[in-house]
């Protein structure tokens, strides 16, 4: 396979010590396996995520994902913009798509980017990790990698709300997308075709600003995977992962349950079954531990 | 009453949809919606809206300025898009309910102490600080928007949860102390300064 370059637009959380940088690592392994290369884009910047509107407003909002366009055609001139977060993701399509549709908008821009002397040109791809994976590498050439099948786990692939709506992966449904299902078998696990919460919103940002209301929407997305018999739940989001693992005790406290469910990243299932080993796997990342992902990458 | 919202009152007092339609983000599409409800009956927090996007809509054409602009509803909205995703008729809803909530807090209409509305706000300033998301400094923030002694109570309740992290090395308490950041970050603030006095200066016009 040839090697592939990217545009890699990391984003804040999967900075060294920030709350993804376990999904940063495991990405790092699952690409250097598939020969994608990361070019990271130089000097990027937050893309306001889903709650800069508050007090960003329109043009600012775009502003800042105009900003990383801009840099990414000058310096990784030809490459197509690829985000692994979903939020980072998200900003910098709609804002690709906004100020192609409107003019005045993307004049408006330009006249702010003017201020540090940078250009958007707006001719750049914007791009999902997962739909590289899915479109551009194949199941099939997944499937040829595997080392260690991950035999006998059954999985529920949590997909969330970003990677999903209003973009999405093509040819996939808003209600009920199956990539990470395909996914999760190409690397031998079980997929869980009925898992009801699969497009579930986790509360987002709200899970810090409504812990409450959150964490009952988180309740029944850990509720379900236990009742479908899941040893693990996946996802492509940082932002799902943090939210369905980290507060699992205060769920439990809250509800009355005992949940201790791992949570992982699809990049973390790849870099175990491509062989790879827990450290790389980023499985010391976990604050629920993935004891199960953890006996294969060390057999 | 701000001084914005006073003009905005007189230069729209008959239509507050023309004033949707000119300010806030997306608005033209209000007068598209047809009133079905899929949109409230998608939304993962709708039984905690008040004021449904359907509903809101429907005020918007009825002239209830107060009442939509103060609502704490469209603070409520988890950006999960399903929304825009199930609506037949093809509105940006999540966007619009975004612009709505932006409008009011720009007016000074926005409900005050709304968890989302603050946590917005901080979230902002801490990343036009050094271009990027400080996350230790931005849960910090979360803790103590409410004074110090609340602020140490919440630390408190959330003080496992910071040693996980930081065992996973997913927090790091050097963040305190500057923490990640863009080289250009007065650039940027030069920048973003840029494009907020275009949009404010497109707001003055119409009002």
Redesign the interface.
Known sequence: MAKKEVSYYPG??S????????MMRATQTMCDELDIQLNEIP????C?????????????RL??SA?NIALSEQHNPGQEIVATCAACWLSTREAKERLHEDANMFR??N???N??N?KLNNQTPVRHMVEVLVEDIGFEAIKAKIKKPLQGLKIASYVG??TN??FGIAEES?ENPVYLDHLIESVGADSIPTYEKKV??C????A???PE??QE?IHGIIEAAYDHGADLIATPCPLCQ?NVE??Q??INARFGSKFNMPVVYYSQLMSVAFGRNSKDSAL????IRAKSLEDIAGK | MSDLNSAMTERYHNSFLREVEANV?EGEWVKMCMQCGVCAGSC??GN?WEHTPQKLFMMIRAGKREAVLSSDSM??C?????C???CPRGL?I?HIM??L??YA??LGLAPKNQ???????I???N?MKK???N?LKL?LS?YFKDGFGQGIKNALANK??GQ??M??????A??FFGG?S???TS??Q???K???E??DAKIQGNS
Not at chain 1, 50 to 60: N, V
């Open positions: 804040c959380s900075q060294t010590g920030a709350s993804s940088s376990n000097d990027w910047n937050c306001g995520a889903s709650i800069g509107y508050g007090s960003g407003g329109e043009l600012p502003t800042l900003r408006d821009a006249t702010a980017l201020e540090i940078l709300c970003q709506r209003p808003f579930q919103c509360g987002g940002a709200l810090f600003s409504e209301k959150s929407m943090a980290i507060y005790d205060q010391d990342g976990q604050i | 983000e993962p927090l905690a603070w409520m988890t950006s999960c898009y399903n825009i995703a199930r940006p999540t975004h612009g909530a932006h807090k720009r968890p989302t509305a603050q946590f917005s706000q979230f902002w300033d990343l271009g990027r998301v996350e849960g979360v496992q949860l996980n992290m065992k996973a090395k997913r927090m790091n050097m963040e990640h863009i080289k250009d650039g940027l030069k920048m973003i840029k494009a907020q275009i949009e």
